[in-house]
């Protein structure tokens, strides 16, 4: 069994939950004897790379409008790896992906992880909702990540009759395990006891929300990514005041395993459905961390149930979100039991086995299929 995945960014340029749920479902499929490669865009020009055991092919990004990567090579390569794979698998939104898709004149049996609705551009959307809708009908079969999101999300009711939900997976073996040495440098720089927040800094990702509560609230807070809204919210920090909150930045994978490791709870405070799932915040739950997030009708809520994995607050509310963190942070036996059953949850439904022994039954179903 041969699949080839196709998405706009893959590591090593890029480090992202979609990123991170195919490098998964490459290892975790691999193991069940599928044959994976990925095809992606780089600023770095032309490359065949491995990593975990799969292919990486990276072909040049030519340019981008509304953060859409294009590439005419990529066309032409589509369409030769495509010839060797049985199964396409498509990561949607990516609308250069659709328009590949039909220029490369795909025949093989195809299927796309619908990851997220397309959310702030609105006019671009209107002009390219044609093609979408063309391109979902086109494939065998669409995949929500989680029941949330299918039942919340328009566009995939249109699709229901051809959608089904496989949630997303870690495995948690392949993450590092930090040195002692190392868990002391940190502690040493963040302290005893923080709020951890993990991910890329996007204008959707509610940091300034976060940052607002922690006018009113006095805990530390550990922010770990890089991303375009950075040095915005670092000014804005600096306005509020705040001083028990750390940029950290990016880190390597050692040094993010610490932090959870160490981090006495998870605040992930994504206020709009560009947020689909949280990776970030199922890898807290994954190191029995309790958590706080926002109820955006997304698999946010699926991997962190109120009051039972930690507490869910409304969107874009400081004081809500405020009020969260003073609770966990003045219960601890509360947070410690909530971390437990976060734990739990994971190892019973989001375990990255789970997701790839189900991926692995759809390629198998759909390479089955008459043509």
């Given at each position: ?6 998405y ?31 095809l ?10 491995e ?9 040049p ?12 090579a ?15 698998h498509?990561?949607?939104p990516?609308?250069f992906?659709?328009?590949a ?10 299927v796309v992880?619908?990851?997220?609705d397309?959310?702030?551009q ?48 870690l ?5 590092p ?89 998870m605040?992930?405070p ?18 029995g ?7 955006i ?41 909530m ?24 390629y198998?179903e759909l ?5």
């Open positions: 069994m041969r699949v080839l995945h196709f706009k960014t893959y590591y090593p340029d890029t480090w992202g939950g979609i990123e991170q749920v195919i490098r998964q479902l490459c290892v975790g499929t691999g193991r069940l004897g599928v044959t994976n490669e990925v992606t865009l780089s600023r770095s020009g032309p490359s065949q790379i990593i975990d055991g799969h292919v990486v092919h990276r072909v990004l030519d340019f981008e409008v509304a953060s859409t990567g294009f590439s005419f990529a066309i032409r390569k589509l369409a030769r790896l495509a010839r060797d794979a049985d199964v396409i498509y990561h949607f990516w609308p992906m659709d328009i898709h039909f220029m490369a004149r795909i025949r093989k049996p195809s992880t619908y990851h997220s397309i959310v702030r609105k006019n671009l959307l209107r002009v390219y909702s044609p093609l979408k809708r063309r391109f979902l009908r086109s494939v065998d079969t669409v995949v929500a990540t989680s029941p949330n999101y299918l039942a919340s999300s328009p566009v995939l009711k249109r699709f229901a009759h051809k959608t089904r939900t496989i949630t997303y997976g495995d948690k073996s392949i993450y395990v930090p040195s002692e040495e190392l868990k002391a440098r940190w502690r040493a720089q963040v302290g005893e006891r923080f709020f951890l927040f993990v991910g890329v800094l996007r204008y959707y990702k509610g940091l300034h929300i976060l940052l607002d509560a922690m006018a009113n609230v006095d805990y530390p807070v550990v922010i770990v990514g890089a991303g375009p809204i950075e040095q915005e919210l670092k000014e804005h920090a600096q306005r509020l005041g705040l001083t028990h909150v750390q940029f950290i930045g990016a880190v390597a994978e050692e040094d993010k395993a610490a932090l959870l490791e160490l981090s006495y709870a605040v992930f994504s206020h709009l459905r560009s947020e689909a799932f949280g990776i970030s915040l199922l890898e807290g739950a994954m190191y961390k309790p958590m706080i997030s926002s109820e009708g997304t698999g946010t809520t699926y991997i962190n149930i109120d009051q039972d994995t930690g507490l869910v607050v409304p969107p874009d509310d400081p004081a809500a979100l405020g009020a969260a963190m003073r609770t966990l942070w003045e219960k601890p036996e509360l947070a410690a039991s971390g437990r059953r976060a734990e739990a949850r994971y190892w019973e439904l989001f375990t990255a086995e789970k997701m790839a022994e189900n991926y692995h039954a759809l198998r390479a089955a299929r008459p043509r």
